[in-house]
């Protein structure tokens, strides 16, 4: 007697893969989204920021901060900031293409140089160009946002999460923030920047990744390759978005209160010891971490799919 098997799925490996069309417009829209966001947020920053009395106000105060423990902070950080170098952007560059390739994946080669090109061209660009009005506030008239030693770390660690494979991505993402924030931090306790330069910095290079991964999504007409799924919640994702919305809440209370009990610029609240001072650096240093972890958090989730 003949008996009938009852019908079995394939095994993932065999399935098909998600299919062109809806599943790469949506791969596409998300980064795409988020590659404008992080555009406006740098345009938003600038405007409040850098053409704004209260903002300007508000910078420079928690700028002058930094005063604070700079004899005990400085020799450890500027090691950090002594890394950045033209040198170092081009081994970095050459390391990501020759990873890439040695691993036959040819976009995430060309979206490294892009990555990297890019977000410090555009960095540069925006020095040049973005205007910093005399409002009687600031200590220093010259444009300084976005930071250009943040913006060579930030899009090296995100050049690192570009190429690195997926079981690696979140503890790359993890030592990614760390670097940036530190290089961050780095620049605002030797003076060089203002922390609004230093999340510009972040915005500018989450931009270009989004980008990035975008266009990857549109390289080829053909479905994605067997053995692909949505890519699933990662772990270290979640603790850099915590900790980058505690940190952020943190900044902005601190913000506000400081803002709002600013007296008029040269009484004792802008002399560099002054508690108002402090407390600003501190809000500010807040904020820094707080950009480098929600930014690096959310190039880590954006790839739409991976391999299974």
Not at 159 to 177: D, Q, S
Request: hydrophobic fraction near 55%; charge should be positive.
């Amino acid at each position: 007697m003949m008996t009938t098997m009852a019908p079995t799925s394939p095994p993932r490996s065999v399935q098909p893969a998600p299919q062109s069309g809806a599943a790469r417009f949506w791969g596409a829209a998300v980064p795409i989204a988020a590659a404008v966001l992080s555009a406006v947020a740098v345009v938003v920053l600038w405007w409040v920021f850098v053409t704004t009395r209260s903002g300007q106000l508000l910078d420079d105060v928690a700028a002058l901060g930094a005063a604070f423990g700079r004899d005990t902070l400085e020799p450890l950080l500027t090691p950090v900031l002594t890394i950045v170098s033209i040198p170092f952007v081009a081994a970095a560059l050459i390391a990501a293409v020759a990873l890439a390739v040695l691993q036959r994946r040819q976009s995430i080669a060309v979206g490294a140089v892009v990555l990297l090109g890019g977000a410090n061209l555009t960095t540069q660009l925006l020095k040049a160009v973005l205007p910093r009005p005399d409002l009687d506030v600031t200590y220093a008239l010259g444009n300084s946002l976005p930071s250009g030693h943040t913006t060579v770390a930030a899009s090296v660690a995100a050049t690192a999460l570009l190429i690195a494979p997926h079981r690696l991505r979140g503890v790359v993402a993890v030592a990614g923030a760390v670097y940036a924030s530190l290089t961050g931090l780095g620049t605002l306790v030797g003076g060089w920047h203002r922390p609004s330069d230093v999340v510009a910095a972040y915005l500018v290079v989450a931009a270009w990744y989004f980008l990035v991964e975008a266009s990857r999504q549109f390289r080829s007409a053909t479905p994605l390759p067997r053995g692909y799924r949505t890519a699933p919640p990662v772990n270290a994702a979640a603790v850099l978005g915590g900790l980058g919305l505690l940190s952020g809440v943190v900044a902005v209370a601190i913000g506000a209160w400081v803002l709002a009990e600013l007296p008029a610029p040269g009484t004792v609240i802008m002399d560099p010891g002054s508690a108002g001072t402090t407390l600003a650096y501190a809000g500010g240093s807040l904020a820094v971490a707080a950009t480098a972890c929600l930014t690096m958090g959310s190039m880590l989730v954006m790839r739409p799919y991976e391999r299974g």
